[in-house]
């Protein structure tokens, strides 16, 4: 299959695939796909750019995008230490209790981050920043059209801006700042999601904005990709599939979570980062559920508060409590592959499938 | 288009219209569909007996189906004033105390009702019993198989039966208790629902039984019907968009709530019937949310607490007040039309849709 997105991108087939990792976003686009490089783990924005310069490399000529986090609103700023003092002893001390409750042990005194930070404005500039040094094709924010200067500057370089939308009319909102490519993120899917799913958010959002739209959210074989483009998408923008990958290096407790969960072992909650995200649903997760459990944080006190908590579940080797956004179609996952398979699966199927339907006529 | 279900049915498309209207109903299967009546709402089974021979008239000769609520744990019977002393006051005195607060009259005494009792799984059984009489092609049960004996019967008259599951596991089930139809309803959906979302949850429910899948949930256009055949559904149930036309009689309050909303303005809340169901979002609903709210009560006892509420809120002629499941689907409902008219335009945008995504290979 081919849409006027293969153009756009410069791309074999209209598979957006976000992911963190760098292995995973190179061997997206080597394989004909258009990989996009999710920055918020990027503290440093020195470190983004060694990795940036691997990737230019290591994509072999193909195009790659990265993907910020700026929220419409700007948050809370500060540094670390001023923002910890923000968050509340009582909180501290029911992420204490829960950890010791898990039997998740501490980690040794290396290991103190200081939490994600890439949530703030400020980081998610120098993000920006860094990315415009590199040949990279687009721009994603996760959180909606990114500030005017920001869509300008990528617009003068020939960059394309694409924002993620979870309503028609954000979606309209972003196309009116300048967004070239809208992705329609439906419920289903995970990490930050809204509560329209995507059978009903895609058409809304097609029908709502004169710029291609990239459906998002259950998103995972070639059967879905053909009704993605059913509902009007221009292509699909799939993040959860590539944890599955060989290329994603996991460490085993993920992996083996990943491997077992189904489609109903994810939760939409606000306790990653502040806003609704969808994550594997596991004992940490349901200990926020509990009677004794405070309400989640803002962005970004939250992910501020849990960033510890995460590296110690992480590192706990325990598959029962790894936090880990993820979407529904965790439940398709259930072998690791190349990534090269895996979207050689999705074409193929994705063809057939508009080949198969197409006789119902 | 046409499927296999198309035979199976006997019909000329492969979609499915639920209401609990007679006047909706008919017109589905007059117009090609298949017209399923929701039976949840007779209380008396001498009525729907008198409605069915009604509809065996209005029909013309298509078939049609019935759809009846028989909960898979076979929920406290007895009569209503029993089960009525089962409900706490405190629950009552928020009820009363909401209705005030929201400006909601109360009505004359001729309208003394007793709730429905559709849930009731005595009574369910009693619209089994008066629908074999009549030339019924289908049951479906909203909430998962019918017990093995009603199956049995069934199928010993030659009819099909049809159930609603949430997840994969649950339509094996439902496929092992001998059902010929499975309803794979997505999280969108309107009514009785559950978590997963369509996109995810039809082609997981497809790959894990052998007989036709429905799609069901998010459902409202000609492309969302190919996006459900890309998915590997033989057909498509749906509900809410039949609430946009002519032949439902509402009265002008949720005529113009209905016409008003957008995909946002649902909520999925236990509040109507004490299992999860998608409702509009409107004050009452919100209601529940607040903090001097009860938790719902369980099935069938939240129904029989606010079956008089909800005859006071439609009554009212308020429309930012009306007790009313319905699925995402409903910011599709823009304008009243007759189910002929709607029924020719999905036929033609999904015909359209196939044909135009297959010339993407």
Not at 126 to 137: C, K
Request: proline content about 8%; overall charge negative.
């Amino acid at each position: 299959m081919r849409t006027d997105l293969c153009d756009l991108l410069g791309v074999d087939h209209p598979i957006v695939g976000f992911s963190p990792s760098e292995h995973v976003v190179a061997a997206i686009s080597r394989a004909g796909g258009f990989g996009v490089l999710g920055c918020v783990r990027f503290n440093d924005a020195a470190e983004l750019d060694t990795v940036l310069t691997w990737l230019d490399r290591a994509t072999e000529g193909r195009p790659y995008g990265v993907d910020v986090v700026m929220p419409g609103k700007v948050p809370t700023e500060g540094l670390p230490a001023d923002l910890g003092e923000l968050i509340p002893p009582g909180h501290r001390d029911f992420v204490e209790r829960t950890l010791q409750r898990l039997g998740v042990p501490p980690l040794g005194a290396a290991s103190d981050r200081p939490g994600v930070l890439g949530w703030l404005h400020s980081v998610a500039r120098s993000h920006v920043e860094v990315a415009l040094q590199h040949p990279v094709r687009l721009i994603a924010n996760a959180l909606g059209p990114p500030p005017p200067d920001v869509i300008a500057q990528a617009h003068d370089r020939g960059l394309l801006v694409a924002a993620l939308a979870g309503r028609a009319d954000h979606a309209r909102g972003h196309v009116a700042a300048g967004v070239d490519i809208v992705v329609a993120q439906g419920y289903e899917a995970g990490g930050h999601t809204g509560e329209i799913a995507s059978m009903v958010l895609v058409p809304e959002v097609v029908d709502a904005v004169g710029v291609p739209v990239l459906a998002a959210g259950g998103i995972g074989s070639g059967r879905q990709i053909a009704a993605a483009l059913a509902l009007g998408a221009r292509g699909v923008w799939m993040g959860s599939v590539w944890l599955g990958s060989s290329e994603y290096r996991s460490g085993p407790a993920l992996r083996e979570a990943l491997l077992q969960a189904g489609s109903s072992d994810t939760v939409r909650s606000r306790i990653y980062s502040g806003k609704p995200a969808r994550l594997l649903r596991n004992r940490w997760t349901e200990a926020w559920s509990e009677s004794d459990a405070p309400a989640p944080l803002p962005m970004p006190l939250q992910n501020l508060l849990v960033s510890g908590a995460h590296d110690r579940l992480m590192a706990s080797g325990d598959p029962t409590v790894v936090p880990m956004p993820v979407g529904q179609i965790v439940g398709r996952m259930n072998e690791v592959r190349p990534v090269s398979a895996i979207l050689t699966d999705l074409v193929t199927e994705a063809d057939e499938t508009l080949s198969q339907i197409h006789k119902l006529l």
